[in-house]
């Protein structure tokens, strides 16, 4: 019988390994500042182009490798950093898997050029796909310069799936900003396409903090100490009335390296509570000290998810920090404990009797019904009772065989005598329920709503002039680099669509309008809840940006339609869907109405 286990030949071991580290040109640039890191440099640029997709480049004032150390860091498994397996409980530089450069190797070209300070000259070493092409002295600064090539270049398929530059930026930016943010006393750079995005000083982390997102943040942040013999940890929290909408400004460290941690976020929002409006995210910059035995940081490749021995005597104390933190600048109002026996709470007596307050209420009163003639266009309301309403759905029982299904659903009966226009019932501010000839159709009237401004918005764009209405008062945004890059790509996008928007450089922007029709209460919270919309949106295959844009706005704009409607709102609400090119699903692809059959309906009251 012929053996048929073969060894996968190392480029193949590589590139497969690759698979785990490298996703996307990030996690290059995260590997090799974190190498330079490791390597106790001073300074550290990092250039991309065209959002890395062409090159990225690292350069660092470390170390420097020599030149069998230059050949020997591709390998996999090549780590200066462990040398036996107790080494992996104690560690403090941030790689140790000797993976990453083996990785990016694989799947890149790779020229590499080092110089270890004490040397003269250096070595300068070219790989591509895992191959090595040439090795050769040179002379170059002390310190190591990594350029790394047409990545994914013989992996087809990783390639096409990378995103938008757009994105992808994006996803270097998070990724430069938490080594930034680790390492305050770096000097860092981060370019792209010769555009310098981050020129960072060396400083303490506030001035870091500064330097990354922006001026404003000096008033917003609140120092946080505390130190136990579990933990250390000190950093910044963001006032509440800072809180944004949109999160993207919270972090934490361990032991000086980003980590993501659902579970103390969680803590930390339940510091908060109460203290925040719904739906926004305070800041935060938390830095944890502790033993590295206590932690295993192996459990993700990444190394971004990092498990603790003691996570819930942890959360207690996190929680304690904030707490503290936001009592001691006065966010919080304080107990005064020496107020000892001073109860505010009227006590009541057993046999007090407490009156339900009278309300007077004209239940005929209905702010849409015009007497006179309907001047505004809108069909006249004809004010039935509930109770009728509700007869005349049950009355409507002719069945007829119509099967069920999006593809059947057609619109109520206009025009229809039998139909009341009272026929519209609201269910908790969000359902609308109508009759049709094979039974109830439920409308979601938020998705609804969603459907009809976005096509809207498609409409207004198509036409080159989006509606807008000017506001009184333009609100000035000082934004992060990252939602500022954002919202300088959609720009043009927004104006079409009624937001006509600023640009006075140096991440602020000011919003003058928003688009006609909608409710715009504080324009900066709209701004900043389609920011974290359109960023989450990812961009469906063969789609265009605008509409992306007008899907995300669309979703931004509906959240505040879950209210109460009188049943002439119902009734436009429902023409002007039906009116749309798909009246099905919203532009996600959410279903937004369907069909409660009769027989269904029948059978259930059996
Ligand atoms: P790891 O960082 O897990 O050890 P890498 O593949 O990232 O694995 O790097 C392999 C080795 O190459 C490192 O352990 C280090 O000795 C060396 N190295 C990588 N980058 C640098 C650098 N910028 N300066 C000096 N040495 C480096
Ligand atoms: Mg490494």
């Given at each position: 019988?012929?053996?048929?286990?073969?060894?996968?030949?190392?480029?193949?071991?590589?590139?497969?390994?690759?698979?785990?580290?490298?996703?996307?040109?990030?996690?290059?640039?995260?590997?090799?500042?974190?190498n330079a890191v490791d390597a106790g440099a001073g300074e550290i640029d990092v250039i991309v182009k065209d959002a890395g997709r062409t090159s990225i480049q690292v350069i660092d004032n470390g170390m420097g490798m020599s030149d069998t150390d230059a050949r020997l860091c591709f390998e996999r498994h090549a780590t200066s950093k462990i040398k036996k397996s107790d080494d992996l409980f104690e560690i403090r530089t941030m790689g140790f898997r000797g993976e990453a450069l083996a990785s990016i190797a694989a799947i890149a070209q790779v020229i590499l050029k080092s110089r270890k300070p004490d040397e003269e000259i250096g070595t300068e070493i070219s790989i591509s796909g895992s191959e090595i092409e040439y090795q050769s002295p040179v002379s170059c600064a002390a310190g190591t310069n990594i350029l790394v090539r047409n990545l994914f270049f013989n992996v087809p398929a990783r390639r096409k799936f990378l995103k938008s530059n757009q994105t992808e930026l994006k996803h270097i930016i998070n990724e430069f900003q938490h080594i930034a943010l680790a390492h305050p006393e770096i000097t860092f750079s981060l370019s792209n396409n010769d555009t310098v995005i981050f020129q960072l000083p060396e400083g303490n982390i506030k001035q870091r903090i500064m330097h990354l997102f922006g001026k404003q943040m000096q008033s917003n942040?609140?120092?946080?100490?505390?130190?136990?013999?579990?933990?250390?940890?000190?950093?910044?929290?963001?006032?509440?009335?800072?809180?944004?909408?949109?999160?993207?400004?919270?972090?934490?460290?361990?032991?000086?390296?980003?980590?993501?941690?659902?579970?103390?976020?969680?803590?930390?929002?339940?510091?908060?509570?109460?203290?925040?409006?719904?739906?926004?995210?305070?800041?935060?910059?938390?830095?944890?000290d502790s033993d590295p035995g206590s932690i295993d940081v192996?459990?993700?490749?990444?190394?971004?998810?990092?498990?603790?021995?003691?996570?819930?005597?942890?959360?207690?104390?996190?929680?304690?920090?904030i707490r503290e933190a936001l009592g001691k600048s006065n966010l919080i109002p304080s107990i005064d404990f020496n107020n000892e026996g001073i109860i505010d709470i009227p006590v009541l007596k057993r046999d007090t009797r407490i009156n339900v307050p009278q309300i007077e209420v004209d239940r005929e009163y209905n702010p849409f019904r015009h007497d006179s003639t309907d001047e505004t266009g809108l069909r006249l309301y004809k004010n039935k009772p509930l109770p009728d309403a509700w007869e005349a759905l049950y009355n409507n029982s002719e069945s007829e065989e119509i099967p069920a299904g999006i593809a059947t659903i057609f619109p109520p009966e206009?025009?229809?005598?039998?139909?009341?226009?009272?026929?519209?019932i609201q269910l908790k501010n969000r359902y609308i329920?109508?009759?049709?000839?094979?039974?109830?159709?439920?409308?979601?009237?938020?998705?609804?709503?969603?459907?009809?401004?976005?096509?809207?918005?498609?409409?207004?764009?198509?036409?080159?002039?989006?509606?807008?209405?000017?506001?009184?008062y333009p609100a000035r945004m000082d934004l992060d680099t990252e939602h500022y890059l954002l919202i300088i790509e959609i720009k043009d996008d927004l104006a079409l669509m009624g937001i006509d928007i600023s640009d006075l450089g140096k991440n602020t922007v000011v919003v003058n309008s928003c688009p006609a029709g909608v409710e715009c209460q504080d324009?900066?919270?709209?701004?900043?809840?389609?920011?974290?919309?359109?960023?989450?949106?990812?961009?469906?295959?063969?789609?265009?940006?605008?509409?992306?844009?007008?899907?995300?706005?669309?979703?931004?704009?509906?959240?505040?339609f879950e209210k109460k409607l009188f049943a002439e709102e119902m009734q436009q609400l429902v023409d002007e869907l039906f009116a749309c090119e798909n009246p099905n699903y919203t532009p996600a692809g959410k279903r937004i109405l369907s069909i409660l059959r009769t027989e269904e309906l029948e059978k259930y009251l059996k």
């Amino acid at each position: 019988m012929t053996d048929i286990i073969q060894l996968l030949p190392d480029s193949v071991a590589n590139q497969i390994a690759a698979g785990e580290v490298i996703q996307r040109p990030a996690s290059v640039i995260k590997e090799l500042t974190e190498n330079a890191v490791d390597a106790g440099a001073g300074e550290i640029d990092v250039i991309v182009k065209d959002a890395g997709r062409t090159s990225i480049q690292v350069i660092d004032n470390g170390m420097g490798m020599s030149d069998t150390d230059a050949r020997l860091c591709f390998e996999r498994h090549a780590t200066s950093k462990i040398k036996k397996s107790d080494d992996l409980f104690e560690i403090r530089t941030m790689g140790f898997r000797g993976e990453a450069l083996a990785s990016i190797a694989a799947i890149a070209q790779v020229i590499l050029k080092s110089r270890k300070p004490d040397e003269e000259i250096g070595t300068e070493i070219s790989i591509s796909g895992s191959e090595i092409e040439y090795q050769s002295p040179v002379s170059c600064a002390a310190g190591t310069n990594i350029l790394v090539r047409n990545l994914f270049f013989n992996v087809p398929a990783r390639r096409k799936f990378l995103k938008s530059n757009q994105t992808e930026l994006k996803h270097i930016i998070n990724e430069f900003q938490h080594i930034a943010l680790a390492h305050p006393e770096i000097t860092f750079s981060l370019s792209n396409n010769d555009t310098v995005i981050f020129q960072l000083p060396e400083g303490n982390i506030k001035q870091r903090i500064m330097h990354l997102f922006g001026k404003q943040m000096q008033s917003n942040l609140t120092p946080l100490h505390s130190k136990t013999s579990l933990i250390t940890i000190t950093g910044f929290i963001g006032k509440p009335e800072h809180a944004k909408k949109t999160t993207g400004e919270q972090f934490f460290f361990i032991n000086g390296r980003f980590m993501r941690h659902p579970y103390f976020h969680r803590a930390v929002m339940r510091s908060y509570e109460k203290l925040l409006p719904q739906d926004t995210y305070p800041s935060y910059f938390l830095y944890f000290d502790s033993d590295p035995g206590s932690i295993d940081v192996n459990i993700h490749p990444t190394k971004t998810e990092i498990k603790f021995e003691n996570e819930q005597a942890i959360f207690q104390i996190l929680q304690a920090a904030i707490r503290e933190a936001l009592g001691k600048s006065n966010l919080i109002p304080s107990i005064d404990f020496n107020n000892e026996g001073i109860i505010d709470i009227p006590v009541l007596k057993r046999d007090t009797r407490i009156n339900v307050p009278q309300i007077e209420v004209d239940r005929e009163y209905n702010p849409f019904r015009h007497d006179s003639t309907d001047e505004t266009g809108l069909r006249l309301y004809k004010n039935k009772p509930l109770p009728d309403a509700w007869e005349a759905l049950y009355n409507n029982s002719e069945s007829e065989e119509i099967p069920a299904g999006i593809a059947t659903i057609f619109p109520p009966e206009d025009g229809d005598e039998t139909q009341s226009r009272s026929d519209y019932i609201q269910l908790k501010n969000r359902y609308i329920l109508t009759t049709v000839k094979s039974g109830i159709m439920v409308i979601d009237q938020k998705l609804a709503y969603e459907r009809i401004f976005y096509e809207q918005l498609i409409r207004s764009v198509a036409h080159n002039q989006g509606l807008s209405q000017m506001q009184l008062y333009p609100a000035r945004m000082d934004l992060d680099t990252e939602h500022y890059l954002l919202i300088i790509e959609i720009k043009d996008d927004l104006a079409l669509m009624g937001i006509d928007i600023s640009d006075l450089g140096k991440n602020t922007v000011v919003v003058n309008s928003c688009p006609a029709g909608v409710e715009c209460q504080d324009l900066k919270e709209l701004i900043e809840a389609l920011l974290e919309e359109y960023k989450n949106t990812e961009q469906k295959v063969g789609a265009s940006a605008t509409k992306t844009v007008a899907a995300s706005l669309a979703k931004t704009v509906s959240t505040s339609f879950e209210k109460k409607l009188f049943a002439e709102e119902m009734q436009q609400l429902v023409d002007e869907l039906f009116a749309c090119e798909n009246p099905n699903y919203t532009p996600a692809g959410k279903r937004i109405l369907s069909i409660l059959r009769t027989e269904e309906l029948e059978k259930y009251l059996k």
